[in-house]
């Protein structure tokens, strides 16, 4: 898994001047969001993702309804929506369960993780680093993260059906459907250079660790050296819940989790309608 950056944010140019656009300063609660890919026409367009028009709507910031903090869309320190559109706000019901560990250095605001949070509220839990669970002494756990002996995600039921136990008793039947055989996956959600040292803590390295499939990100904060594969958070949960629908439920993925990406695709468009994607650092060939 590959997360989101917190990098300088970009140029532009046009005709022969140059200028320089730092997205930090545009809106920051509401530039959340992903980097690049070269699908940056439509990339939506295959998704079934619940109309967010609505949300262009919205006239200047509001209250929480628990922290009474003054919020755009949805809280960050919360992780719910604003009471105005709470009512419409798409929820999303996970296939397990997800811990995301956020680095302290970590802006809420800007985290793509409190995504995950708003809109799956019953399946997601977002902890700041150094609190966090003690997975060590927990079975069924995954680390989606790519280490170098990490399972791909294609592999992934055979390997843990083998690795886990069964009741011989069980009907065989039963056996061989497949199902999820992981309680939880756990997401960390910080800068590239932040993961190594969460990586290492002595409560998380000792889990089993999946490696997704290489996708392309459309993140649109730049990432300096760092190749298009690199997702934000949200992004990286998306694509591990519709990997595991396909490879581990062996199931026809039928847009059950494409409503993740709610906020994510908002949040694109919006910058795609104020800046031309052709001038935004992230965008160019790195």
Known sequence: MLTDTKDTLGDSSAGNKAKTVDLRKVNSDEIKLMKP??????????LKISDSSFLNNLDGRSACSLCGKSRKYFCYTCYIPLPSIADKIPKVKLPCK???IKHPKEIDGKSTAIHAAVLAPDDVAIYTYPNL???SSQDNILLVFPD????HIEDLWSHLETHTKRNPEEPQ?????????FSRAVFIDCTWNQTRKLYHDERIKGLRCVELTKRETLF???QRGKPHTYLATIEAIYYFLVDVHINVLKAD????YDDLLFFFKFMFQKIHSLYDKHTLRAYKTL
């Open 37 to 46: 890919s070269k699908n940056l026409e439509n990339p939506f367009l295959n």
């Open 220 to 222: 649109w904060r730049y």
């Open 253 to 256: 993925y039928a847009s059950e």
């Open 133 to 135: 669970p003690d997975y």
């Open 148 to 151: 170098k002996d990490a399972i």
């Open 173 to 181: 039947m039963k056996r061989n459907k497949p199902h999820i055989p």
């Open 98 to 100: 997800i811990d995301i």
